[in-house]
């Protein structure tokens, strides 16, 4: 099965996503940021959308608002949190499913963190190279929900040290992973992103 191109609503506009009908368990996956070329296509997007498919997820990658084909207008990560809080009302509607992971790649991960009070239905939170050099994250409590959090070792936007300080605050017992060589962009790294995420999926379903 492929996926397929759908829409849905957020507030007053029409997002444009692309959706993959697996089993019963779904994930969302938020892009890198708009301003900066980010889209639901970005190459890391894609290799975490391929590593939930695998595992056997129904899975929902969408353009934020004002990108793509989505109406609207960038919003600073305000409105996007209404645009996350759409994709999981899509899937529950739509598909009935309400058992979620909640994956976000760099400005993804910062909209998912802003929001992660109201995503209810989200088990599980995954952060790739959440930007903590670039955005402020210390609104962000202590979450038993975080349960996986990747970066690189030369990543400068989201820096190992750095993260490891907001991972060991948020959930001591979170996966937390550097890929070796990594910077922001992942490029040539997919696969070993891919292998550590379906990791974590898999011993999640032990």
Same mark, same amino acid.
């Given at each position: 099965?492929?996926?397929?191109?759908?829409?849905?609503?957020?507030?007053?506009?029409?997002?444009?996503?692309?959706?993959?009908?697996?089993?019963?368990?779904?994930?969302?996956?938020?892009?890198?940021?708009?301003?900066?070329?980010?889209?639901?296509?970005?190459?890391?997007?894609?290799?975490?959308?391929?590593?939930?498919?695998?595992?056997?997820?129904?899975?929902?990658?969408?353009?934020?608002?004002?990108?793509?084909?989505?109406?609207?207008?960038?919003?600073?990560?305000?409105?996007?949190?209404?645009?996350? @809080?759409? %994709?999981?009302? #899509?899937?529950?509607?739509?598909?009935?499913?309400?058992?979620?992971? +909640?994956?976000?790649?760099?400005? !993804?991960?910062?909209?998912?963190?802003?929001?992660?009070?109201?995503?209810?239905?989200?088990?599980?939170?995954?952060?790739?190279?959440?930007?903590?050099?670039?955005?402020?994250?210390?609104?962000?409590?202590?979450?038993?929900?975080?349960?996986?959090?990747?970066?690189?070792?030369?990543?400068?936007?989201?820096?190992?040290?750095?993260?490891?300080?907001?991972?060991?605050?948020?959930?001591?017992?979170?996966?937390?992973?550097?890929? @070796?060589? %990594?910077?922001? #962009?992942?490029?040539?790294?997919?696969?070993?992103?891919?292998?550590? +995420?379906?990791?974590?999926?898999? !011993?999640?379903?032990?």
């Amino acid at each position: 099965m492929k996926e397929r191109k759908v829409f849905f609503r957020s507030e007053d506009y029409r997002l444009e996503g692309m959706l993959y009908e697996g089993g019963e368990l779904g994930s969302i996956v938020t892009h890198p940021h708009p301003l900066y070329g980010g889209n639901m296509y970005n190459n890391v997007v894609e290799a975490m959308v391929k590593a939930y498919q695998d595992a056997g997820h129904t899975t929902l990658r969408f353009n934020f608002r004002g990108v793509g084909e989505s109406e609207g207008r960038h919003e600073g990560g305000e409105g996007e949190q209404g645009d996350v @809080e759409a %994709a999981i009302q #899509f899937l529950r509607e739509e598909l009935g499913i309400s058992d979620l992971h +909640l994956a976000g790649y760099s400005f !993804g991960a910062w909209v998912n963190a802003m929001g992660i009070e109201k995503y209810v239905g989200v088990r599980t939170f995954v952060m790739v190279s959440p930007p903590v050099a670039f955005l402020d994250h210390s609104f962000v409590g202590p979450e038993p929900r975080v349960g996986l959090v990747i970066t690189g070792s030369k990543d400068e936007i989201a820096p190992p040290a750095l993260v490891k300080d907001l991972v060991d605050r948020w959930n001591p017992q979170a996966r937390f992973y550097i890929i @070796e060589g %990594a910077d922001h #962009f992942y490029w040539g790294m997919e696969q070993e992103l891919m292998r550590l +995420l379906h990791e974590f999926i898999s !011993g999640k379903k032990d």
